[in-house]
């Protein structure tokens, strides 16, 4: 029987990587229904509606979604698409694995990056609360809740477990925002006394942004409330090639989305250079959330033998591949 998943293409290079990524999962041989559902920034703006109706809709029934980037008008006042659609769905839990690639050049070359970052995804300042007290004078309400604290430390805690991870690292600014912060902090605690094999330790944000620079073979699982989570991860990216290559997922109770992180490059779209790599590496976490894990482990490796080789990349590592080259040269390593 087929598993269903919603496809959202996404505009710019979004469709681009997600054909690529679709013909990877099939080539790994996994008989998947596309439930397909477009939104760019033109259906946005036509529909006046972030999420339009039959995307949520195709969501909720197939509970699984793969999805390019899109592009969120800007100036217009409307919600980020991915905010949109993490406070909707309750997706409380936005996860970031990033590795080192096989013949990707760093200035780690020595020391491999393995890390995950677990980030709370529906409150802190990213609740949209903002109000202008008087002319030029605005506030911005941080909400940081037990409940949501205590689920995505529970949800780190858990897949450190599971997953043979040694080390949780909490990252918080408690020194400054002793309330808000202080009960983020006060919840991993509490979690972290129900895995005691575990070692668990925290780290102000402004060190670990200097550790992660200087040391990130230190880190193995690093858990952070929503806004130091959004930097953090897309710092963690930098150190190991950039958000071309690195997965995320949005993890729920109920529903989960696969997502590459960048953007939809606009400038280069229909021009054959996006990098489909981000797209095919959150593949790989779909296929092990729809519990296809040896098709799961047979992507990854394809994709890590194209990179091993280092014939066919794309022109964002230094390569001179086209879109259509590094798939191909993915599916063959499949096969």
Known sequence: ?????????????????????????????VDIQWRRAELNQAIILESGKTLPKYLLDSLRET??????????????GFQSVNVALRKTLD???NVRPVRTLPGIKTRFDDLPIDMVIFRENTED???????EIVKDVVTSLKVITRTASIR????????ARVNGRKRVTAIHKANIMKLADGLFLRCCREVSGDYPEIQYKEMIVDNASMQLVLRPETFDVLLLPNLYGDI??????GLVGGLGIVPGA?????????????????????QGKANPTALMMSS???????????????LQAAVEAVYREGKHLTGDLGGTASTEEFTGAVLRAIQ
């Open 1 to 29: 029987m087929p598993h269903c998943c919603t496809l959202i293409p996404g505009d710019g290079i979004g469709p681009e990587v997600a054909n690529a990524a679709v013909r990877a999962i099939e080539a790994a041989g």
């Open 63 to 76: 509970r699984v979604g793969l999805k390019g980037p899109v592009t969120t008008p800007v100036g217009e």
């Open 91 to 93: 997706l409380f839990a």
């Open 125 to 131: 300042l990213y609740s949209g609360l903002e109000h």
């Open 152 to 159: 995505i430390a529970q949800y780190a805690f858990n897949y």
């Open 232 to 237: 953090v991860s897309d710092l963690a990216a």
């Open 250 to 270: 949005n993890m729920g109770e109920s529903y989960a989305v696969f997502e590459a992180v960048h953007g939809s490059a606009p400038d280069i779209a229909g």
């Open 284 to 298: 790989v976490m779909l296929l092990i959330h729809i519990g296809e894990t040896q098709a799961a482990h047979k």
